[in-house]
């Protein structure tokens, strides 16, 4: 009696809808079936593949068939797929996997493209092969152009949307409904969280890094959308990705994560959460934070002006030099030093001298009531620009959640007269997801609130401004001599050097959180510079802009 042949069913489908839609698996299964029974084969395994590329072997089901038909013994003779292409679409890796079967004794055979085992045959499924990974290719690129136009007219294209934003209907176009992204309010205050600690810290602290932001939010029990911790990648994707300033980056990277040329990159307009200037800030930060940028020890040396001083004739740092056996100490262009002076004819100024010319120059002259609140005037009317839009978000929080309480309610009226049943499956997850949404945004709005109340949003008055400036005045020196040295460096970011004189540039928002800042300055402000004051080394300051 002929022992008949046992056979494996390898199904698969392209993309995760066609599997959820049951477009091919069902008909790949009842042809492989009826293929098997007709010819006498067992029957023995079914691998299923839903929503899988045929372009590599990341397969699961794909490997763990591999797997058992490349065992000793193997529980398979044969693997039976509807054609090639469902195999593999890459006439390499076909030949690779087709003789590491046929190694131990396992063939590979197509419903629709019968093959025998002659060199004719295998230059025939070779060619097949060709023309599958040809027609793979040619299907991906007119796939990709598709949807960079479905971009273009500023369509979102399927994925999930970043957090801070959902999906919305926006037009029906036949049996297709596209669809724009618009502003998620229960997740956009997280994401409004996250760049005002990383530029001004919560209230009793100064910037904060990503690590610190990671364990500020998980700390406070401020959840991701899936209701998860967060970790220092997803945070630093919100800090970089411009899509929060309005502009979402379409078919920005491969496959591979290799960034593509400018020209195929597709930029979507969307409802900003994130102004333009905040996003810039933290940007700077980001790269002034950057050990390949700014190394640690320029942020935490003893030195008071290292990592701000510059020269102002090449732009390159300057740094400690010393005479007479460490005796005097200089601050000195690194260029120069390196290369000679033929590189930069940069000067060099005795350490002490300038430490006291920049301490003085903040003291007596930024750190005046009506200099600041002329400087100050733009930040403060932005402030309270900002103030009434935290208030407004605050109102549509706690208008979503009154609007899932009174659905809640109405659920459990229909639940106690008899007409919905509590046993119901749907209404139960319908309970569930209005509980969610209104418990959610019922949090949100209290951290919002709790963030407009601590960060002081009163109007600054000339008063406040007169108290504000002896204070910072006062914190500036230590007591027996010396600088305080954290917030000086909060006042001005950038220091520049030139013969005869030197130039102090600092950001307006920084200076005035570092005015109002409670305990003090805990970081080192490295954002974008705004405001500028000058004077000549040996006639005493000027005013600048």
Known sequence: MTVPLRAALYLRVSTARQAEHDVSIPDQKRQGEAYCLARGYQLVETYVEPGASATNDRRPEFQRMIEAGTAKPAPFDVVVVHSFSRFFRDHFELEFYVRKLAKNGVKLVSITQEMGDDPMHVMMRQIMALFDEYQSKEN??????????????????????????????????????????????????????????????????????????????NRNRIFTRDGGRW???????????????????????????????ASEVVVIPVPPIIDREAFDAVQALLKARNPKVMPSRVVSGPTMLTGLIHCAKCGGAMTIRTGKSGQYRYYACSTRARQ?????????????????????????????????????????????????????????????????????????????????????????????????????????AERALATLQNTGQQAVTAQML???????????????????????????QRVE?????????????????????N???????????????????????????
């Open 466 to 492: 007169h108290k504000l400036a002896l204070s910072a005045r006062q914190r500036i020196r230590l007591e027996g001599g010396g600088y305080r040295r954290d917030h000086l460096r909060a006042l001005a």
């Open 497 to 517: 050097v030139a013969p005869g004189e030197v130039r102090i540039m600092g950001s307006k928002s920084r200076l005035l959180q570092t005015l109002v800042a």
């Open 231 to 261: 970790g220092i990648c997803q945070v630093h994707r919100i800090l970089t990705r411009r899509t929060y300033v309005g502009e979402h980056e379409y078919n920005k990277r491969s496959k591979t994560r290799e960034t593509k040329p």
């Open 340 to 444: 000679g002076a033929t590189a930069c004819a940069g000067m060099a100024v005795p350490m002490e001298k300038l430490d006291e010319l920049v301490a003085s120059h903040l003291e007596e002259r930024l750190l005046q009531p009506k200099r600041l609140e002329a400087i100050l005037a733009a930040v403060l009317d932005r402030t309270q620009e900002r103030s009434e839009r935290r208030r407004q978000h605050i109102a549509e929080l706690n208008k979503r959640a009154t609007e899932s309480e009174l659905r809640l309610k109405r659920l459990y009226d229909a639940i106690e007269t008899g007409v919905a049943d509590l046993d119901d499956p749907a209404l139960k997850d319908r309970i569930a997801g209005l509980k969610a949404i209104r418990d959610q945004a019922r949090a949100d």
């Open 519 to 545: 305990g003090g300055v805990k970081s080192v402000p490295t954002q974008g510079l705004k405001w500028r004051g000058s004077w000549r080394v040996g006639s005493g300051p000027n005013d600048g802009d």
């Open 140 to 217: 991906a690129k007119h796939v990709i152009r598709a949807l960079k136009e479905n971009a273009r007219q500023g369509f979102w294209n399927g994925s999930l949307p970043p957090i801070g934003y959902r999906t919305v209907a926006a037009e029906e176009r036949g049996a297709k409904v596209k669809k724009k992204l618009e502003i998620d309010p229960l997740h956009a205050d997280t994401v409004r969280l996250i760049y005002r600690l990383a530029l001004h810290g919560d209230g009793t602290s100064g910037q904060m890094g990503i690590k610190k932001i990671v364990s500020h939010l």
